[in-house]
């Protein structure tokens, strides 16, 4: 595909349009943004393009149309719908992630209230409730601090979860990135990272946290990720 074949790239981003500017209404939903900070973006399928958030628009103004087209160096597809606006000053990191994790689908950005209390104090969360096993697979590790605007934060990104468990990474003094299979699953990890850095939060103000052992925290990681919920008839989640 011509990366100005526009009949054939509109085509294949439709219905990811749509996806990524709806999920948007989840970080607010879930008090995960203020004002037009925080972005979503999702690898559009057997292309190398993705889709993600306008800079600076309000989320109330956000719609499918909105939504920025861009090749995996960042650089905006001319001629699109949405090309006209400016993307997320996040596009570089996402498009390095897309570059270097193959796997991802969707990466999404916030700077939800408790987690980046977590990145200002440069600490990890540690792995100590079972929802944080089951989603995260241990602790949520911080990145390196980086600046905005080039590809600094999205090298600390991969660097950071390449290799491990977690879809999220605490940045050192800014905020939460997540990955996901897709946009919404990378929605999904931010919701459940606030969740998380939330209740820890709590818990260590009433006294010491109490670690899980490591091998329990593998059981439920497994579990969670091939036995929980609904599956097909050949036995993969549904």
């Given at each position: 595909?011509?990366?100005?074949?526009?009949?054939a790239?509109?085509?294949?981003?439709?219905?990811l349009?749509?996806q990524?500017?709806d999920?948007?209404?989840e970080?607010?939903?879930?008090?995960?943004?203020?004002?037009?900070?925080g972005?979503v973006?999702?690898?559009?399928?057997g292309h190398?393009?993705?889709v993600?958030?306008p800079?600076?628009?309000?989320?109330?103004e956000?719609r499918?149309?909105?939504m920025v087209?861009?090749?995996?160096?960042?650089?905006?597809?001319?001629?699109?719908?949405?090309?006209?606006?400016?993307?997320?000053?996040?596009?570089?990191?996402?498009?390095y992630v897309?570059?270097?994790?193959?796997?991802v689908?969707?990466v999404v950005h916030?700077?939800?209230?408790?987690?980046?209390?977590?990145?200002?104090?440069?600490?990890?969360?540690?792995?100590?409730i079972?929802?944080?096993?089951d989603e995260?697979g241990?602790?949520?590790?911080?990145?390196?601090?980086?600046?905005?605007g080039?590809?600094?934060?999205?090298?600390?990104?991969?660097?950071?979860?390449?290799g491990h468990?977690?879809?999220?990474?605490?940045?050192?003094n800014?905020?939460?990135f997540?990955?996901?299979s897709d946009?919404k699953?990378?929605?999904?990890?931010?919701?459940?990272?606030?969740?998380?850095?939330?209740?820890?939060?709590i818990?260590?103000?009433?006294g010491?946290?109490v670690?899980?052992?490591?091998?329990?925290?593998?059981s439920?990681?497994?579990r969670?990720?091939?036995?929980y919920?609904?599956?097909?008839?050949?036995?993969?989640?549904?």
């Amino acid at each position: 595909m011509s990366a100005y074949d526009i009949e054939a790239i509109e085509e294949a981003v439709a219905d990811l349009r749509r996806q990524v500017s709806d999920l948007h209404s989840e970080l607010t939903r879930y008090d995960l943004v203020a004002w037009t900070a925080g972005n979503v973006s999702g690898r559009v399928p057997g292309h190398d393009l993705f889709v993600i958030k306008p800079s600076g628009v309000s989320y109330d103004e956000l719609r499918a149309d909105a939504m920025v087209v861009c090749d995996l160096d960042g650089t905006v597809i001319p001629g699109t719908r949405g090309s006209e606006r400016s993307p997320s000053s996040d596009t570089a990191a996402h498009a390095y992630v897309y570059r270097h994790m193959g796997h991802v689908g969707g990466v999404v950005h916030t700077h939800s209230t408790y987690a980046t209390a977590w990145a200002a104090r440069n600490e990890p969360i540690p792995c100590v409730i079972t929802a944080m096993a089951d989603e995260f697979g241990g602790d949520i590790p911080i990145g390196p601090f980086a600046i905005i605007g080039d590809d600094s934060i999205g090298r600390g990104i991969v660097a950071t979860l390449t290799g491990h468990r977690s879809r999220a990474v605490l940045m050192a003094n800014h905020g939460v990135f997540t990955i996901g299979s897709d946009a919404k699953d990378a929605v999904k990890a931010a919701v459940m990272c606030e969740d998380v850095a939330r209740t820890v939060h709590i818990a260590r103000a009433g006294g010491p946290l109490v670690p899980i052992d490591p091998a329990a925290i593998d059981s439920l990681f497994d579990r969670y990720q091939n036995v929980y919920g609904q599956h097909d008839q050949n036995g993969d989640p549904a």
